[in-house]
């Protein structure tokens, strides 16, 4: 089952490299970029995962994601 949750600090290493290869930037992110995120508004970043494994992320608010909890969604 796929899950969405609250990122988490063990989840850094897991969400730059899907940044790394995934996302669109005007430079090469960071650690410090993902955790300058994070600290901006923590409430507002989220990570995909299934089988203890990151599968994406999404900085937004809670309304932008599926309906249910934002801690366990099926996808």
Known sequence: MT???KFEV???DQVLTLAE???S??????KEDI???H??????FFVAEADKRILGFV???ESSLPAGSPRQVEI
């Open 3 to 5: 899950r969405v949750r």
């Open 10 to 12: 063990s989840d850094l």
């Open 21 to 23: 290869r995934y996302a």
């Open 25 to 30: 930037w005007d430079a090469t992110p960071t």
């Open 35 to 37: 955790e300058g995120f």
């Open 39 to 44: 600290s901006s508004a923590p409430e507002f």
């Open 59 to 61: 900085i937004g608010r």
